[in-house]
């Protein structure tokens, strides 16, 4: 959904938000009715409580007290009822996994998972979820129109979310480095997962602000969900084999594997790093952000190296000069104008950007420790972050560090042949935090000259 769909009231949105899940949850609970025995249901029917009922407490502040407390009570009955058929599913699937399947174990869950199967389906039966429903929606339309905290209803919807979700990040950051620990208990790990999943719910409500560039985060979230999820699906099952010591033991075996799995996951995709630009993506809601158009461009064939000439005082052939012109007047009939071009203090590239100026029509021309053939991408990055917002740069440098910055913009581990004299065209949807960057195209020497 797009920024222009958000509504400015901060009231109006809760209410929405908070009322559709309602709705869902009403779809859920009927299929749920009608089919108690399909365990895919009654997983969906557990998570669209799991959603509604976050909503309920993210935004409890624009509801009658009252009327939280009578919707809440009825769903963690539902809820438990629920959770106790699935650990009885898991614990079966984790006996089948360890070779216990026809072990006198696996027949006694199966007997005590139709038990708690019977009592949920009798609680759905009784539950009447179409008149709940209705009359929760009545409920739901009412309430103090000034909501109250941590919510300000004076500022917009955006402004919240970039007050409000950092911190929420914050305490996620915080909470997951400890569960990551060499030493850390089942217990810890399992508080992260529910405050993992609480955040995700959260951020799930905001996406209309965010936009589909949130969809990446929600998906490495949800990731982690899973690897914490099947540490505690051991934890959960063991408590229900305890008597047969084997099995446990089989299951108890499984355990370590997995949490090498989650910490290893936790590094790669949650980075001390990667708080930083949380803070700064999530921040930047109330900023309406178009990011920056990047034009990333190696330097031209350059003199040879030798005894007598320093690397950084390597100038460009006459032939590397004219093949860099013709790329730059093919991409100019592109419409590109740059507000800047950022050059790498070598002689090669300040001759490549002096090139780019004259084509571009650019006086801007910057060096830059950040463009030298070492230099780390997410310290560019940072100096790009104070350009203004939909700004176009022409970036000029060295391989390998250009291809390390183009996988940095895109978020992704590409490997790039980057010709000398090559323009690379990158468009950002983000100027702090992530870059969410997607490549337009490539233009060569070559391909300029076949254009021409």
Known sequence: MKESKVPRSMTRFARTQTLARLETLAKEWKRASVSPHDEETIHDFRVA????????????????????????????????????????????????????????????????????????????????????????????????????????????????????????????????????????????????????????????VFSPVYGQELNRDLAAIRELQDRLGAINDCVASRRLIKRNSKADRAIRLMVPARETEFRAYWEREFSPESAAAW?????????????????????AEAEPA??????????????????????????????????????????????????????????????TKHLMPTAPPALLWKELGALKNDGVVVLVGHEPQLSRVIGFLLESPVVVDLKKGALVRIETRSQHGPPRGVLKWMLTPRLARSSN
Request: proline fraction near 4%; hydrophobic fraction near 40%.
């Open 279 to 299: 803070d700064g993506w999530l921040a930047s809601a109330k900023q309406k952000e178009r990011g920056v158009n990047i034009y990333i461009l190696r330097h």
């Open 49 to 204: 409580i799991r959603r509604f009922v976050q909503c309920l407490k993210l935004f409890q502040a624009f509801f009658r007290a009252g009327a939280i407390s009578k919707i809440r009570k009825p769903l963690k009955k539902l809820l438990d009822r629920c959770g106790d058929v699935r650990n009885y599913d898991i614990a079966l699937e984790l006996l089948r996994e360890a070779g216990f399947e026809h072990d006198p174990a696996a027949a006694d869950l199966r007997r005590m998972r139709r038990r708690r199967e019977r009592e949920l389906e009798r609680r759905l039966i009784r539950s009447k979820s179409r008149q709940r429903s209705k009359d929760w929606r009545a409920q739901l339309k009412t309430g103090p129109e000034s909501g109250g905290e941590p919510w300000d209803s004076r500022a917009t919807v955006s402004e919240n979310a970039s007050r409000i979700l950092p911190a929420m990040a914050a305490e996620f950051f915080t909470a997951g480095t400890r569960a990551a620990l060499p030493d850390a208990s089942h217990e810890t790990m399992h508080t992260f997962r529910l405050l993992a999943k609480r955040l995700r719910y959260t951020l799930e």
């Open 306 to 367: 030798s005894a007598r000439l320093r690397d950084a005082d390597r100038g460009l052939t006459p032939q590397g000069r004219r093949a860099v012109e013709r790329t730059l007047k093919a991409a100019r009939r592109t419409k590109l104008a740059p507000d800047a071009i950022f050059t790498s203090p070598l002689l090669r590239a300040r001759q490549t950007a002096e090139a780019a100026s004259s084509v571009l029509e650019c006086t801007e021309v910057r060096e």
